[in-house]
T-cell receptor
Framework: DQQVKQNSPSLSVQEGRISILNCDYTNSMFDYFLWYKKYPAEGPTFLISISSIKDKNEDGRFTVFLNKSAKHLSLHIVPSQPGDSAVYFCAASVYSGGGADGLTFGKGTHLIIQP | DAGVIQSPRHEVTEMGQEVTLRCKPISGHDYLFWYRQTMMRGLELLIYFNNNVPIDDSGMPEDRFSAKMPNASFSTLKIQPSEPRDSAVYFC?????????????FGPGTRLTVL
């Protein structure tokens, strides 16, 4: 059973507009959420994260919103640029008491930025 | 830094053969993760190590899979015997206590095809 769900396999957005990628989770123990970006033939790279004690985190053009009651998070990219075309993975983790944790990933959303 | 190094990048083998995937983490990182990406299941955690010791191997699919980390700079994931359903992209990632929480650095992956 998928604990992290990205229900849109793909999303097409015009350059300069806002891209909104969505993610839902089922495990209420998750307390940290991350977005990773992946280009073809490369490994995922970290983009932005948010702790469950916050509802928003912003880094330049990227903002992640967390709605704990709905178990939903979203990634906003404003404005969208051609280089943003990639697969975006939502990931979550449970605090294990220190150190690193294994991540639970969604299946990804392929974002295509149209010129 | 060269980043996480994985070899081989591509592997094609026949059912029943032994397959060994290799990973060199970023120097100084004390956590190492193995993930597998398939169309059906997305990116899933197989096993991770801390200071060369396996911490969580609950994601290892079955006894045909084994992973070792004999030293801080090398890890292997072995499949014996391999089956067509093992075809996937296998990623290795590493992180350190000094990384942002759960920011993991991924290698480029090994694309495994089992005929």
């Amino acid at each position: 059973d998928q604990q992290v769900k990205q229900n849109s396999p793909s999303l097409s957005v015009q350059e300069g507009r806002i891209s909104i990628l969505n993610c839902d989770y089922t495990n209420s123990m998750f307390d940290y959420f991350l977005w990773y970006k992946k280009y073809p033939a490369e490994g995922p790279t970290f983009l932005i994260s948010i702790s469950s004690i916050k509802d928003k985190n912003e880094d330049g053009r990227f903002t992640v919103f967390l709605n704990k009651s709905a178990k939903h998070l979203s990634l906003h990219i404003v404005p969208s640029q051609p280089g943003d075309s990639a697969v975006y993975f939502c990931a979550a983790s449970v605090y294990s008491g220190g150190g690193a944790d294994g991540l639970t990933f969604g299946k990804g959303t392929h974002l295509i930025i149209q010129p | 830094d060269a980043g996480v190094i994985q070899s081989p990048r591509h592997e094609v083998t026949e059912m029943g053969q032994e397959v060994t995937l290799r990973c060199k983490p970023i120097s100084g990182h004390d956590y190492l993760f193995w993930y597998r990406q398939t169309m059906m299941r997305g990116l899933e955690l197989l096993i991770y190590f801390n200071n060369n010791v396996p911490i969580d191997d609950s994601g290892m699919p079955e006894d045909r899979f084994s992973a070792k980390m004999p030293n801080a700079s090398f890890s292997t994931l072995k499949i014996q015997p391999s089956e067509p359903r093992d075809s996937a992209v296998y990623f290795c990632a590493s992180s350190s206590q000094e990384s942002r929480r759960d920011e993991q650095f991924f290698g480029p992956g090994t694309r495994l095809t089992v005929l």
